[in-house]
């Protein structure tokens, strides 16, 4: 069973840019989540995606965007990067929209100059 | 909007001892999970325990259990014969068990768990 896995692990942009992260769910799982994590705090939900449709979002700006593909693999992308941007972005794996259990990957490290 | 409040940042244990992690919550839905995430240096978030608000019976996995009191709203984690590698942060986190279209999961701040041998 292949679990949740992120790309890039780490990545460094300067204000203003534009940044995609990827996602590919665990074997099974046809739903993605995505949360923003800062330095010293819990994740925070930015929105999933279900049978490439968004499902639900937090409160985070359009700026936010998401995709979600066939194969159930999702990205997110963040336009004109803010300092406050910077973070451990965390994708999280699941099947079907209930209560079932996420699955996380190890994350994206993202810093903003 | 539901909220989770750990209120200890920090916390250690001799190893084989046994420590208590704190958690509350703050809902008006009835129907609920609870969960306890571990996530190590190595940032994956990895799922201890899960708790569902409408069973009695206090979830239990292996050395890990939970005293759940849902009219207190305190979803409390205890880590028997503590070990090295249980070092981590702790999360608590919140979903609702309702229907509708937002399954997401709301974290609290963590509770860092150092291991002392």
């Known amino acids: 069973e292949t679990g949740v896995t992120q790309s890039p692990t780490h990545l460094i942009k300067t204000r203003g840019q534009q940044v995609t992260l990827r996602c590919s769910s665990q074997?099974?799982?046809?739903?993605v989540s995505w949360y923003q994590q800062a330095l010293g705090q819990g994740p925070q939900f930015i929105f999933q995606y279900y049978r490439e449709e968004e499902n639900g979002r937090g409160n985070f700006p359009p700026r936010f965007s998401g995709l979600q593909f066939p194969n159930y693999s999702s990205e997110l992308n963040v336009n004109a990067l803010e300092l406050d941007d910077s973070a451990l972005y965390l994708c999280?794996?699941?099947f079907g929209t209930g209560p079932g259990p996420q699955h996380f990957g190890d994350g994206t490290r993202l810093s903003i100059l | 909007a539901q909220t989770v409040t750990q209120s200890q940042p920090e916390m250690s244990v001799q190893e084989a001892e046994t420590v208590t992690l704190s958690c509350t919550y703050d809902t008006s839905e009835s129907d609920y999970y609870l969960f306890w995430y571990k996530q190590p240096p190595s940032r994956q978030m990895i799922l201890v325990i899960r708790q569902e608000a409408y069973k009695q019976q206090n979830a239990t996995e292996n050395r890990f259990s939970v005293n759940f009191q849902k009219a207190a709203k305190s979803f409390s984690l205890k880590i028997s014969d503590s070990q090295l590698g249980d070092a981590a942060m702790y999360f608590c986190a919140y979903r609702s068990g309702g229907g509708g279209s937002n399954y997401k999961l709301t974290f609290g701040k963590g509770t860092l768990l150092t291991v002392n041998p």
């Open positions: 074997s099974g799982h046809n739903t």
């Open positions: 999280a794996s699941s």
